[in-house]
């Protein structure tokens, strides 16, 4: 009688409810533990392929299915054999996996994208909010002009790799425990381009790149924040074997404004005036960033008090219209009094309300993140 089979779950160590990469970690922790050609202690085979025979059916969504409604009796032979199930996606991910090579082949070398590039490009608060045009340096690879990027010397042209015949690849014929095997390398000689330069390009030196230094003329659109992007489409380092050029990254970085701070298309401005200006009213001048602007202060205005100032802030990015400016009136109560200035104050205290009681009404800041919507 055939011995009884363990619960799938149990010989991987996993409990039931265990996902797919925890079935997976733990398939490659046993592989490793108990393959025959890493353990040579007897039963190691038979505990290999128990393994593998377990992960078959619990990487898989239907056979798994299957298998908790109904055990070992819910599956049929077809879904326990061949090696294609084996936790690294057939044989070939086996092979990388343990012996450090792989049986796949590798398409010749064709051509490949240029890298991409970045630039930190520092503008002022203004510019941002209005847009600009910047010019910038950099330093990239480019097609080289001498060989047009064959990297061989003009009149002379690559020849057939000997070492692949212009495959580029190495084939070679290996022994393991599953047999004999076609492992697929990439041809070290040409490097998998299935050519060789006999004549190197004295310009590039086989390279098919060279070094250069250009000039762009970077387009910032207004209303662009910190930290955002604008990318330059194919001005990034050439390709190689014709293949495209890499873009270039401006990353923005915006100065801080000397008074404006910015909350997405909103600019805020802090904004002192005296208690005569507060108390009795006043038309004060405030910047913006269209230049200074008039602005009403109502008598009895209190700090904290906000106004809004509508479409005097930032151009909203790829749309239309502006955002505002949010003035926050700060009252100052002053400290240098000379003898004049303390005794009228004192005259008018004496007709003022001297007790002091605690502020029922809401705080600063709550009126603030009112006023703001935040």
Known sequence: MAPEKRDYYEVLGVPREASKEDIRSAFRRLARQYHPDVNKEPGAAEKFKEINEAYQVLSDDEKRARYDRFGHAG?????????????????????????????????????????DLRYDLEISFEEAAFGCQREIEITRLETCPNCR??????????????????????????????????????????GGRGEVITTPCTMCRGAQRVERRRKLSVDIPAGVDDGMRVRLTGEGEAGT???????????????????????????LLSININ????????????????????????????????????????????????????????????????????????????????????????????????????
Do not use: M
């Open 275 to 374: 208690i005569v200006q507060a108390a009795l009213g006043a038309e004060i001048r405030v910047p913006t960033l269209n230049g200074e602007q008039k602005l009403s202060i109502p008598p009895g205005t209190q700090t904290g008090t906000v106004f809004r100032l509508k479409g005097k802030g930032i151009p909203r990015l790829n749309r239309g219209g502006r955002g505002d400016e949010v003035v926050i009136v700060n009252v100052v109560v002053p400290t240098n009094l000379d003898a004049s200035q303390k005794r009228l104050l004192a005259e008018l205290g004496k007709t003022l309300d001297n007790e002091a009681r605690p502020e029922e009404e809401k705080s600063f800041f709550e009126r603030l993140r009112e006023a703001l919507g935040i």
């Open 75 to 115: 599956l049929d032979q077809s879904d326990l054999g061949g090696f294609e199930g084996f936790g690294f996606g057939g044989l070939d991910e086996i092979f990388e996996d343990f012996f450090g090579f792989s049986t796949r082949g590798t398409a010749r070398q064709g051509p490949s994208r240029g890298a």
């Open 241 to 267: 074997l014709g293949g495209p050029a890499g873009n270039l990254y401006v990353v923005l970085h915006v100065k801080p404004h000397r008074y404006f701070r910015r909350r997405d298309d909103d600019i």
């Open 149 to 190: 990027g064959s990297g061989a010397e003009p009149g002379t042209r690559p020849t057939r790799c000997p070492e692949c015949n212009g495959y580029g690849q190495i084939r070679r014929a290996q022994q393991s425990i599953f047999g004999s095997f076609i492992n697929v390398s990439t041809c070290p000689r040409c």
